[in-house]
């Protein structure tokens, strides 16, 4: 049979019981456990420090009068200070990995009722850790008993499968967490889900900024405002959900919405202004199009992150505000920090936690369950439900997650298409014919927004590849330069119209030559524009 052994602080108020002559008329924790006839302690290793000697010494003795069979060894413990949990901790692990633990001929049990609540919880910790092989000891004061008190006593089992409905309960609370954050929507996308799991985990576990990337109507906003909502179901943060689109911001504007300005900082301040990184004190920035901001503006906003603190315009006083960061951009911010348009070292900041939310179209087994909820947002925001029959979905689900349905506008698409269809319907039926007139309008939408791309020549005379690889603004000046070459009758006369207005300031005039240069730039020649 295995022996007893209780790990134990002493309880310098309770287990010293009052005066000497009335201690064996109060419940005295260390020396009620000894009392128990079902349950036998064998060694009490008794933790205390220098200067409650003499007490524990009184609780040996007493402990000896009432179990004789029990052997109390003191372990000296000096804490500088017993509510700090790292010293507490250290103390208590360093004790664990020294002791000669025999788990085949002792029973350990960690007395949790005395000691301050940092050394209660370390001690939990350190046992649910299996760093102290043993079980939970928890003892309290009898009912009403006359005499010497021995109070009463359980054992709690970290490690016992009754113990799984815990686990249970967590992982649902985590299942909970991350549809809070899909709204609800049953989404189907195994990537999409996965990533969802890592921002649940991420947005409860760190304040640390987050990036969300994608293109527009990705639902990047969404997702900003479900993260604000979830940390403060959590209590961590109670102050605002502060939006903010960085691409309406410009010039010396931008820094007075942002960071605010004081009165007759500049013409037209007549009043202080806290600006937008106060009113997010406590609460979440969710920085929009962040790709946008100016060079110094993003100085700006880095010291803010890091300091939380920064100075108004006009100000010579800084002013402080603690807000956790969100930021969402469509653009490549790598490929802006080597383009030289946004800071390395605030990218090095937001890339702590990036995540690249996928467009529509990459997403089509999830456009059913996001049709259901923006019928229900279109019921809720308008106090009228409409539905499809069942032609009409089958239509509008086929089309949707085909080939033709380009949602260059992703979510942002399917919501005014669901507004557009259930705004009209009959009776609040959508029926097929409604079906096929807003997937004509769709079709006619998407090709107005791909004309410009469609339509500018340049698909004639580069390959896909190439072409996919300008950039915005090269496509639009070499669209030009085709166009003008096939209105012109030779190279020469081509040149002459593309540089006519520096022509006047060269010495030597071969615009022949540099346009032939120009064009070589994207692998092109004369004859290549000319046969397209």
Known sequence: MKRTVVLSF???TLDMGGK?????ERWRPNVGLCMHEDLMVHRLELFHDRRSAGLAETVRVDIAQVSPGTEVRSQPMELRNPWDFEEVYGKLLDFARFYPFDTEGEEYLVHMTTGSHVAQ?????????RFIPG????????????????GRWSAIDLDLSRYDSIATRFQAQTREATSFLKSGIATRNAAFNRMIDRIEQVAIRSRAPILLMGPTGAGKSQLARRIHELKRQQHQVDGAFVEVNCATLRGDGAMSALFGHRKGAFTGAAADRPGL???????????DEIGELGLDEQAMILRAVEDKRFLPVGADKEVASDFQLIAGTNRDLGAEVAAGRFREDLYARLNLWTFELPGL????EDIEPNLDYELDRFAAREGTRATFNAEARRAYLAFATGPAASWAGNFRDLSASVTRMATLAPGGRITLELVQEEIRGLERRWRTVALPVAEDGLAEVLPTDRLAALDAFDRCQLAEVVRTCRASRSLSEAGRALFNASRANRRSVNDADRL???LARFGLSWADVQAA
């Open 277 to 287: 990184l106060r009113a997010a004190d406590k609460g979440l920035l969710f920085l």
């Open 20 to 24: 000497s002559s009335t201690r064996w």
């Open 10 to 12: 002493l309880g310098t």
């Open 121 to 129: 919880i370390c001690l939990f910790l350190l046992t649910e850790a």
């Open 361 to 364: 179209a990459d997403r089509r």
């Open 516 to 518: 032939r240069k120009y």
């Open 135 to 150: 079980r939970l000891l928890q003892t309290s004061p009898p009912r009403g008993h006359d005499g010497p008190v021995a």
